[in-house]
Structures are given as structure tokens and as C-alpha cells.
């Protein structure tokens, strides 16, 4: 029987065991941040620079994620590929570490990606040595480029952020899964345990959650359960889902006679 | 393009006759709808949708939380000049006003600075009047040079400049504008601005949208209500947040909705802006922008502002002082009375018990 045991992901040299990822921008209390990490097993966590503050320990949101834990800092906030860059260096700087989600929106309404200054972004700091993770619209043409300009994984959304409208791009993102050769990483727009199922059902590699964990009646509570629905997903694709047909499989209408010879 | 285009759209538009026509089932089915637009905005303002503010308020905390979470981010404004041109009636820093103006030097700004920062702030908003010869743009790029060394977020709430003087200011480090219209209403508005440049309704109107293309990445306007009709301020303002927002996509637009305050000076509000209105307004404005921003200042009590934090307030001031230089100096006369003088561990303590996670930073100097 299979099992998750020897399953891991891995980015950019790291072996993950938890396919998900944490979001924490929207917690009514940083202090539910590790609580939240705990009950759900995640081993990454994204945290927007704009709102790490090295200098009030008590207040700064990073100083709440689990020491074992990749901090991921997100360029949230910026508005082309340059600001994108100036704040991953900065996080870098800041002592972060080397991994980045890219966050290029000049979209207030929607929170919709700009593809194209996201692709650029990932090729500067790609080639600076950051395990780039681009937060994008699923697009085939787009997720070449990312893969050519470097990325550790693709990172489409689901449906619009903090939206919780669940895995509305569903046949994109199956195209991605299917050609691209990195890890895809659902983010955005998921706001049930069973739509992050569907999404691991379906092969993507991981899931990014916050809105729909963070603004939960219990926060904690919805960790866990996304932390299961994760992993029940990704060991229902690993199990190999039955082929789903519309019609009853007892008769066979148009070729049944030939049994008869 | 201007607002001000939209604007005269509304010239002669008839708001009584439109409020008369207004059923409980028009406000039911604009609580239905998931995206508004300025007529259901203004259903949503109107007499009757007074019925519905509990069916508002749910809608507009759930809306707050999904786009925003829980929490609230905190600033905190800084009075660097009070020397002014204007002849407001409602101010009390008008040019007529007869009390010892003062501007900080840099090193008066650097103590406040760094009293404001022992707090644990990091978003500032500079004000000043107006008065090109007192606190020229090189004065305030001077003290945003100083203020630079203790926060990461500075926004001013000055007098309305010209596209090139905002981008030189957006070059220096300022990273968002708020500008008052005050009112909305151009009648009104030549009657209670009776001399000095802010005459110009038009330039001042504008300023948000000359700011924005300069490169500024918030965008915060607002009514001062109490000068005329509050649903049609409520509204015009709406509209204006909406325009900029359309205009410019990737700026974070937000809005107050400030009442007016006692100050030096013995103008009276030509109406009565009620808690209740004032409700009214922040719950439409949820439900026609959810992802606007909302401000609230310390014009208003605690008490009120504790409940306006489950009902749509995304940004609160705190630890607030309208004279300049009134936190070292602990005097002068201020711009208005303050209604919330609670410390910034105050405003901290009071959103947490409210299981809100109270912002201090939210943006990063580039």
C-alpha cells in the first residue's frame, strides 16, 4: 500500500515532507502563527517584508514563525519587477534567507498578478542565487518562461486572493501540471479543506493557504483540517484515482455482441 | 480626466426626489448584489437603508475580515507647521486666527520623531497648513529626510502641489497623500473658503489624481463632515475613492470620514452627522469598495471607535496630537481637539481584547 512516508517535495534543495504552505497576513494575533504552523504541519511559511519589523521583536510578524520552518518572505506591495526585487534583496539583507514568493500586483480590486514583470523579477533574482517561487495567473506560455528564467516552482492561483471562491482555474492549472517540469503550487483563492483535496488530487505539488485558515471561526482548528486535506489529496493522487465516467459500466451497447462469437 | 467631470454629471441630479423613490426591497436587492455600483451606493446611503444596518453591518465585517483579516494598522499624524494662507471657517489654524505660529526645525522633528518611534509606530502622516512661504515642498523633503531614519511609511496631509513637486516628495521617500475635498458641494465650498489659494475648488479636487500619477502608492480622501449634507459628502467621496482607484488600479485607495471637532474659533457644523450616520456611511462605503480602505482618526470618542473596528475600519491613528511640536513641548494650540487620547499601547491593548492584531508596520521604504 502507498503511503506519504517517502514522499517529500523539494525546492530548491529541501526536502519538504508538508506540501502546505502558510500564509500569515491575515491572523488576528501573531501569536496564532506557530499554533497555526503547528496543527498543520506546514514547513514553509510566507511572510509579506513589508511587514517584518526587526526592530519591535514583540510586534514583528516573522519573529512568530517556527524556527524549523523556511521562511519565505513575499514581495506584497510591490508594483513592477524592480520593486520586486528590491524587496527580496532587502529581505535577504534583513536575514530571511534565500527563498522568495514574487508578488507583482497592480491590480488593487483583484489582486491579480502582472505576469509579465513577475517573469522578469524571477530571472534577476534567479540568476542572484534566491529560490524564486513566482506567484502567477495560470498560463502555459507564462510558466515557460518562469521555467526558463529560473523558478523553483510556479505558483498559480486558484481564484482571486482572500476570495476563498476555490480552485476556479482548475483546467489551466491541470495544464500546467501537465507540462510544466516544476513543482506547481496552488496559491490563492482556496477556502475549503475538500477544494485543497481536489487541488493535491489533481497532482499539484503543494497549496498556499491564509485567508481561509487565518479568518476561520478557529484558525487553529482549520490548520489542522487543511493540513489533512492535504495530505488525504496528495495520497488519493499517489493512489491513482478511478476514471470517472458518466454512464454504468454493465452493458456494453454497441459492442455487447461481439461476446456472442 | 477629472472627478471633477463626475462631478458635474451630478450637477443637477435631484437626491430628494431619488431617496423618495427608494423601496426596502431596492436596498434588499443591492445587499444581494456581490459588486455595487454608484446608484446602489447611494441606495445604500439613503433614509430608508437605515433599516438595514445590522443586515449591512454583517455584510461589511465579513467582507472587512475576508480582505483585509483582523487587523488594523496603525499611524499616527505630525504637525511640522501651522503657519497658514487660508481662511477656512472651520479651522483652527485659519490665516485670521490670532495664535503663535510655529514650524519645527528638523531637529524639533527628529525629538518628536523619536518619541512617536519609542512607541513602536512606523507609519507616519506629516501635516502642515498652507503656506508655500513657510513650509515650502524643500521643507518638508527636509524633515522627510529626517523622519526617514525612524519609520517606513511617511504620508502628508499638506496643501494640494503640482504633479512634479509630489514626485519630488515620492523621490524623497513619501509613500502616500491624504487630501481633504472638505466639501464636495462647489457652492458650499467657495462659501466656507473665502480666501487664500484653496479657493480653487478644482486644484484641490485634482490633487489625489496628480499625486497618483507622481508615483504615490496610497491614496486617502475624504469629506469633512459636518459641513453640508452627509449622504451626499458620503457619496461624492465614494466616488471620488472609486474614480482614483479605476484611474489607478495599483494604488491603495482609501477613505475618512472625519466629523468635525471644537477648535479655536466659533464655526458651528451646519449639520448634524450623527453616530448612527456616521455608521451608515462607513458600512455603504464597505459595501461599494470592500477592498477601500477606511480610516478612522482620533476625532472620534473611544467608545466608538472600539465598535468601528468590527464594522470596517481598516487604519486608525493613535497616540495622536494636533499642535505642532505638541509632543515634546506639551502645549499649543492644535489644529481641533482630539476625542481619543489614548496612548499607542492603549489603541494596541484595546484591538487586541477585540481579537484584532494591531498593524505597526505595513510598508517598506524602497
Not at chain 1, 191 to 210: C, K, Q
Amino acid at each position: 500500500m502507498k503511503d506519504l512516508s517517502c514522499d517529500f517535495l523539494e525546492i530548491g534543495g529541501q526536502k519538504l515532507k508538508s506540501r502546505l504552505f502558510l500564509g500569515t497576513g491575515k491572523f488576528s494575533s501573531n501569536r496564532l502563527i506557530p499554533e497555526a504552523v503547528k496543527a498543520s504541519g506546514a514547513q514553509v511559511v510566507t511572510v509579506a517584508l513589508r511587514r517584518v519589523d526587526p526592530g519591535f521583536e514583540e510586534e514583528n510578524i516573522a519573529s512568530y514563525v517556527p524556527k524549523e520552518c523556511i521562511l519565505m518572505p513575499n514581495t506584497s506591495g510591490a508594483r513592477n519587477a524592480a520593486e520586486a526585487v528590491r524587496i527580496a534583496r532587502l529581505a535577504r539583507e534583513a536575514g530571511c534567507g534565500n527563498w522568495v514568493k514574487i508578488e507583482v500586483i497592480t491590480d488593487n480590486r483583484y489582486l491579480l498578478p502582472d505576469n509579465y514583470e513577475t517573469i522578469k523579477a524571477t530571472e534577476i533574482l534567479a540568476s542572484e542565487g534566491f529560490v524564486v517561487l513566482p506567484y502567477v495567473s495560470p498560463d502555459l506560455t507564462v510558466a515557460r518562461k518562469l521555467v526558463e528564467a529560473g523558478a523553483a516552482a510556479v505558483m498559480p492561483l486558484g481564484a482571486p486572493i482572500g476570495s476563498n471562491r476555490g480552485l476556479r482555474t482548475k483546467e489551466l492549472v491541470r495544464i500546467l501540471v501537465e507540462e510544466i517540469p516544476l513543482p506547481v503550487i496552488v496559491d490563492a483563492g482556496l477556502g475549503r479543506p475538500s477544494e485543497a483535496a481536489e487541488a493535491m488530487e489533481m497532482g499539484v505539488a503543494a497549496v498556499l493557504v491564509n485567508t481561509a485558515i487565518a479568518t476561520a471561526g478557529d484558525p487553529v482548528a482549520m490548520a489542522r483540517a487543511f493540513g489533512l486535506a492535504v495530505e488525504a489529496g496528495r495520497l488519493a493522487y499517489l493512489a491513482g484515482p478511478g476514471e470517472v465516467v458518466e454512464y454504468a459500466r454493465a452493458s456494453s451497447p454497441l459492442t455487447g455482441f461481439l461476446r456472442e462469437e | 480626466m477629472s472627478f471633477y467631470e463626475v462631478l458635474k454629471e451630478y450637477k443637477d441630479f435631484d437626491f430628494e426626489e431619488f431617496f423618495a423613490r427608494i423601496k426596502p426591497a431596492d436596498v434588499k436587492r443591492v445587499l444581494a448584489k456581490d459588486r455595487l455600483d454608484g446608484r446602489d451606493y447611494l441606495v445604500l446611503l439613503s433614509p430608508p437603508a437605515e433599516a438595514f444596518l445590522e443586515e449591512m453591518a454583517q455584510k461589511a465585517h465579513r467582507l472587512t475580515v475576508q480582505h483585509f483579516g483582523r487587523t488594523v494598522l496603525l499611524y499616527t499624524p505630525l504637525y511640522i507647521s501651522d503657519y497658514c494662507v487660508n481662511s477656512c471657517l472651520y479651522c483652527g489654524f485659519k490665516a485670521e486666527n490670532p495664535i503663535k505660529r510655529k514650524k519645527l526645525s528638523p531637529e524639533e522633528v527628529e525629538a518628536e520623531a523619536r518619541l512617536i518611534a519609542s512607541t513602536g509606530l512606523k507609519h507616519v502622516l506629516v501635516l502642515t497648513g498652507e503656506s508655500r512661504r513657510h513650509s515650502p515642498v524643500s521643507y518638508i523633503k527636509e524633515c522627510v529626510e529626517v523622519l526617514k531614519k525612524y519609520f517606513t511609511s511617511i504620508g502628508i496631509e499638506i496643501y494640494p502641489l503640482w504633479e512634479e513637486e509630489y514626485a519630488e516628495l515620492v523621490w524623497a521617500g513619501v509613500d502616500g497623500i491624504t487630501i481633504y475635498q472638505e466639501v464636495y458641494d462647489e457652492e458650499v465650498y467657495a462659501q466656507l473658503h473665502p480666501a487664500g489659494p484653496k479657493r480653487d475648488f478644482v486644484f484641490r479636487l485634482d490633487a489625489p489624481e496628480r499625486a497618483c500619477r507622481a508615483g504615490m502608492r496610497t491614496a486617502n480622501v475624504g469629506a469633512l463632515l459636518g459641513l453640508n449634507d452627509w449622504r451626499r459628502e458620503a457619496f461624492f467621496t465614494g466616488l471620488h475613492a472609486c474614480y482614483l482607484q479605476d484611474a489607478f488600479p495599483a494604488v491603495e485607495v482609501s477613505i475618512s470620514p472625519p466629523r468635525l471637532r471644537p477648535h479655536l474659533g466659533s464655526f458651528e457644523p451646519r449639520v448634524r452627522v450623527t453616530d448612527k450616520n456616521l455608521v451608515q456611511y462607513i458600512l455603504a462605503f464597505r459595501l461599494f469598495m470592500p477592498r477601500g480602505g477606511i480610516t478612522i482618526s482620533t476625532r472620534e470618542r473611544p467608545e466608538l471607535r472600539d465598535r468601528l473596528v468590527l464594522l470596517g475600519a481598516t487604519r486608525m491613528s493613535a497616540g495622536s496630537c494636533t499642535a505642532v511640536g505638541g509632543r515634546v513641548q506639551k502645549e499649543g494650540a492644535g489644529q481641533f481637539d482630539i476625542s481619543d487620547d489614548r496612548s499607542v499601547a492603549e489603541v494596541a491593548a484595546m484591538l487586541y481584547s477585540r481579537g484584532y492584531q494591531p498593524v505597526y508596520k505595513d510598508w517598506q521604504y524602497l
